[in-house]
Nanobody, 129 residues
Framework: QVQLEEFGGGSVQAGGSLILSCTVS????????MGWFRQTADKEREGVAG????????HYADSVKGRFLISQDNAKKTVYLIMTNLKSEDTAKYYC??????????????????????WGQGTQVTVSI
């Protein structure tokens, strides 16, 4: 059984930083691409960042470019989202997901995550002004 578990959410002031991690357990052939998505109660799910596990190619939403970094530790089967210069609009529940492919980053776009195979339970990030 494939499980994704996120860690690292919390509250931070604007301009601060947080690091999220996502650990995958169980074998999956649908884990060639790992990514982070976020959602609030009043917005559609948004793709944030994705990484091609075997090659390391990354993709980012325009809203987080230059502020967020996605990285991986394949030995630990863990993907990280390093978030810096956080803004109030980054407040959301963040979800980790896997997909069989990154599709050149298009899986981050609307409908965000439609190609995802597995999802984590999510971790809340709250950025206060």
């Amino acid at each position: 059984q494939v499980q994704l578990e996120e860690f690292g959410g919390g509250s931070v002031q604007a301009g601060g930083s947080l690091i999220l991690s996502c650990t995958v357990s169980g074998y999956t052939d649908s884990g060639r691409c790992m990514g982070w998505f976020r959602q609030t109660a009043d917005k559609e799910r948004e793709g944030v960042a994705g990484i091609y596990v075997r090659g390391g190619t990354t993709h980012y939403a325009d809203s987080v470019k230059g502020r967020f970094l996605i990285s991986q530790d394949n030995a630990k089967k863990t993907v990280y989202l390093i978030m810096t210069n956080l803004k109030s609009e980054d407040t959301a529940k963040y979800y980790c997901a896997t997909a069989a492919g990154c599709y050149a980053g298009s899986w981050l776009l609307s409908p965000a995550g439609a190609d995802a195979a597995y999802w984590g339970q999510g971790t809340q990030v709250t950025v206060s002004i």
